[in-house]
């Protein structure tokens, strides 16, 4: 997740439910639960329908109607949402309505002038929702003097509303972080897209965010992220293009149904995984080393163990190659859809990083899980069967997880 989170959209016009579909959006940000309600009313929405300060609207309504109206003469209602995690959002001081409404109004002509909104000509409405994970604001913006003939929003817009958004709330932060890395801060004149984007980089896998069974199993070592060396994230994104590159255009993408080239760039890029990334050897090694405990209960052969390790680090590894193949399906999802091919040309690390946290998520699960099942058995290993041991055992054999 990035360190800020910007998403637009809108509804065509002319499409005949588009006016109605619009007044209900201001319905939904206004009014459902977990808003940030304006004092003494049912609702939280306010905004700015003319030049001044901020208005608590008193019914939401009377938005909505204008809101209909406008749709009905051509004109195009930007709907927007700005987020944070919850740890962002708590070290902005975001921590009521009235401070989302300072920072919206802060930002809110960075999205007008990126979409071509005049300040004289801008009016918008918006509501915060207070999520504890995901706290987040609703803007619905739009230019009332101007009927848009072809309404059509490049993602190259948003992606600029979210930098420039960045750099003006993060600018302190940003410099220290560029200071810190030893890069040229003094002949920056400003703070370049360049910049922003290795921040970004930075602060995703120092807020892991939803991975919580990382986080449970390395016991809060997440909290100041995860380490690796600054090259790894294009690395590892060269290497998930590569197995694309050996990956048919029709039929499953799974571990086992690869072609014998793409089975060994994926095995390579798993061995690269566990070799640069020490939180996922960490998690790598304490499934190994649970699934080998829990063998050592029902045979003490040393021999007989110590091919079962190797069977259980071979099943890690199939666990961590299907992440690997997430992020391939990802690449070629993207490669399908309209502007997919633009979004993967600016987002390449970012997909890197992603592929790291979920696989460390999903070996992490998977280690917490087994580490549990040995505590269980371990109490009831007097009180089995001979039988019942082994399908015990059985049980807990060769889970590659395909997901």
């Known amino acids: 997740m990035s360190v800020l989170v910007y998403k637009q959209r809108h509804r065509h016009p002319n499409k005949k439910?588009?006016?109605?579909?619009?007044?209900?959006?201001?319905?939904?940000?206004?009014?459902?639960?977990?808003?940030?309600?304006?004092?003494?009313?049912?609702?939280?929405?306010?905004?700015?329908?003319?030049?001044?300060t901020i208005v608590e609207f008193a019914d939401w309504r009377d938005v909505a109607k204008s809101v209909y109206a406008n749709s009905k003469r051509g004109i195009v209602m930007y709907r927007s949402v700005v987020s944070f995690a919850e740890d962002t959002a708590r070290e902005l001081l975001l921590n009521d309505q009235k401070s989302w409404q300072r920072y919206i109004e802060n930002h809110i002509m960075t999205m007008a002038e990126k979409n071509g909104i005049r300040r004289e000509n801008l009016q918008w409405a918006a509501a915060v929702h207070g999520e504890k994970r995901h706290p987040h604001i609703h803007v619905v913006f739009w230019d009332k003097a101007t009927k848009v003939e072809n309404p059509f929003t490049p993602p190259q817009i948003p992606n600029a509303i979210r930098r420039q958004m960045i750099k003006d709330t993060f600018a302190e932060k940003i410099l220290a972080y560029a200071k810190d890395k030893d890069l040229a801060v003094k002949e920056m004149r400003r703070i370049s897209d360049a910049l922003v984007e290795r921040f970004e980089e930075e602060m995703r896998c120092k807020n892991p965010g939803r991975f919580r069974a990382a986080a449970k199993l390395l016991e809060g070592g997440l909290e100041q992220g995860i380490s690796f060396k600054e090259d790894i994230l294009p690395e590892l994104a060269e290497r998930l293009f590569a197995i694309r590159a050996l990956i048919p255009e029709h039929g499953r993408i799974a571990f086992q149904f690869l072609s014998g080239d793409a089975k060994d760039k994926t095995e390579e890029t798993v061995h690269f995984l566990l070799e640069n990334v020490t939180e996922i050897r960490l998690c790598f090694d304490r499934y190994v080393d649970a699934k080998y405990r829990m063998a050592g209960l029902y045979s003490s052969n040393a021999a007989w163990l110590l091919e079962q390790k190797g069977k259980f680090a071979k099943e890690a590894g199939k666990i961590l190659a299907n992440r690997v193949l997430s992020g391939v399906r990802a690449?070629?999802?993207?490669?399908?859809?309209?502007?997919?091919?633009?979004y993967l040309r600016s987002h390449r690390e970012y997909l890197a990083s992603r592929v790291i946290m979920e696989a460390l998520d999903m070996l992490a699960l998977m280690a917490w899980k087994?580490?549990?099942?040995?505590?269980?058995?371990?109490?009831?290993?007097?009180?089995?069967?001979?039988?019942?041991?082994?399908?015990?055992?059985?049980k807990n054999q060769d889970k590659g997880y395909e997901h």
């Open 370 to 394: 087994q580490e549990g099942d040995f505590t269980c058995s371990q109490m009831q290993h007097g009180e089995l069967s001979k039988e019942a041991r082994k399908e015990l055992f059985q």
């Open 331 to 342: 690449i070629c999802r993207l490669e399908r859809e309209e502007r997919g091919e633009a």
């Open 17 to 52: 439910d588009t006016a109605g579909a619009n007044y209900a959006h201001i319905r939904y940000i206004a009014t459902r639960p977990g808003v940030l309600k304006n004092e003494n009313t049912d609702h939280g929405l306010f905004g700015k329908l003319e030049p001044g």
